[in-house]
């Protein structure tokens, strides 16, 4: 197996907690590492999900906004962006 240096930069305190956990998981960071980026390659992709945060109030409020539109028979509706361009522009 011929072998590759990786340069990665990462804040201190991560990298500590990091190797404190792989360190009672029997690996170090090289081993930890690569097992990331060899799931990379058997998943084709990140091998965790990512998922956004939780919603905060000022969008929960946008969302529940714009259902109270929407349910309202006399809100403006557009078909497509360009109308809505126009609109926005007036």
Avoid: C, W
Wanted: hydrophobic fraction near 35%; aromatic fraction near 4%; proline fraction near 2%.
């Amino acid at each position: 197996m011929t072998t590759s240096n990786l340069k990665i930069r990462t804040d201190k305190l991560i990298k500590e907690q990091a190797e404190e956990i792989f360190n009672k998981l029997g690996l170090n960071m090289t081993t930890a590492i690569n097992m990331f980026l060899e799931a990379t390659i058997r998943e084709h992709g990140i091998p965790f999900d990512l998922k956004l945060d939780e919603t905060n109030e000022t969008t929960k409020s946008a969302i529940e906004e714009g259902r109270k539109i929407m349910s309202t028979p006399s809100a403006l509706r557009y078909s497509n962006m360009d109308d809505l361009k126009v609109a926005l522009e007036e």
